[in-house]
């Protein structure tokens, strides 16, 4: 590859223990026993040592944004926090899915990184 410049999403995926999701319901995380068992991270591909960002679960729409679960690579997501939408939009009018200042490129901009299962 002579090509610098695809943009990739991080992908990395973690899966979600029980004492985790039954801690976000209780905060309050919308999707009761629908909340997913496991998150993929949205944002661009990052430094190893920076946290993972993967969502967890939208938010009504009369309340927009996301509950976003944050975790390191080796260990158990350990926080989750809502987050609003990001505002920008491509040339077409497709909004961003991720949240607000968020790191990296837009995700229209990021292409799916596909990671064979291990
Ligand atoms: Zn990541
Ligand atoms: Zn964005």
Request: charged letters at 20%.
């Amino acid at each position: 590859m002579s090509s610098g410049i695809l943009r990739v999403q991080c992908g990395a995926r973690v899966h979600l223990a029980a004492r985790f999701l039954a801690a976000a319901r209780a905060a309050g995380v919308p999707g009761g026993d629908h909340l997913p068992r496991t998150v993929r991270c949205a944002i661009e591909h990052h430094q190893d040592d920076t946290a993972h960002l993967g969502i967890l679960a939208e938010l009504p729409l009369t309340d927009p944004g996301e509950i976003w679960a944050s975790w390191l690579d080796g260990h158990d997501p350990h926080d989750v926090q809502r987050r609003p939408y990001c505002p920008a939009k491509d040339e077409h009018g497709t909004p961003c899915e991720l949240h607000q200042a968020h790191d990296g490129g837009h995700s229209w901009a990021l292409a799916e990184r596909h990671i064979t299962a291990t």
